[in-house]
């Protein structure tokens, strides 16, 4: 592989790798402290379980080409670079942790879909035979907390104030519109896509399932420019 192929794919796995870590972090020391009955806190443990299998699976594959991800596990979640975003770290109730996995993981699942045809096949071949599943049933579940959320006048309340405050923060987890990085990506084919294109792309797909939910998104050009400043 050509020096540049080998580095970009090095950082996109790692990136990868570190937030499936990550995620399991999330459900084990923010969500379940937040779940309300001892089923969702089973179910934050389970998707914890699938998260870190996920981060095996990736580390296997870096393993492979000498990357050794062991340190990762050593690691605080505060001290990992590549997931500063405060859509999880400032969840502080239930119905935000609901939307996170309803939109924010929705955001992880369209990059997971990019990956599946990634131009690196072992890489490629993680996603197709088991993450893609397990990230569909992670965005189930917070569509599930939400939807059923939405059913009464004061869990609607709710909902909304939750979609407004985090949306800003949906979006930011695509990255910038300019990335250099990103345009790399896809001229070696571990990506499709730019990160510009994939967020207008979720959006379109996401708006008409929010007003199912008769919830609607804050004034898009405001959300946007403060996912580009974030």
């Known amino acids: 592989m050509p020096r540049e192929y080998q580095d970009l794919l090095s950082h996109l796995m790692l990136v990868h790798t ?14 379940y402290n937040l779940a309300p009955t001892a089923y969702e806190k089973l179910v934050c443990c389970e998707r914890a379980a699938e998260e870190v299998q996920h981060y095996q699976l990736s580390a296997a594959v870096l393993a492979d080409i000498g990357v050794d991800t062991t340190g990762m596990l050593a690691q605080h979640f505060q001290e990992r670079p590549y997931y500063a975003n405060e859509l999880v770290r400032g969840v502080t109730n239930w119905m935000e942790r609901g939307i996170f996995s309803f939109l924010g993981e929705s955001v992880v699942l369209e990059h997971l879909l990019e990956f599946e045809h990634c131009s690196y096949a072992p890489f490629s071949d993680i996603f197709i035979k088991q993450i893609i599943k397990d ?16 059913r009464s006048p004061e869990g609607l309340v709710a909902a909304q104030a939750a979609l407004d405050r ?6 930011a987890l695509f990255g910038r519109d300019d990335s250099r990085r990103t345009r790399e990506y896809v001229k070696w084919g571990l990506r499709s896509t730019t990160n510009g294109e994939l967020r207008e792309s979720f959006v379109k797909k996401t708006l008409p399932k929010l007003a199912a939910l008769h919830l609607s998104v804050p004034e898009m050009e405001t959300a946007t420019a403060a996912a580009e400043e974030s």
């Not at 399991?24 to 969500?31: E, M, R, V």
Request: glycine residues 8%; charged residues 20%.
């Open 18 to 31: 570190e937030g499936e870590l990550t995620g399991a972090d999330d459900y084990t020391q923010i969500f």
């Open 135 to 150: 990230e569909h049933v992670h965005v189930a579940h917070g569509f599930r907390i939400v939807r059923d959320a939405c």
């Open 166 to 171: 985090l949306w800003p923060h949906v979006l």
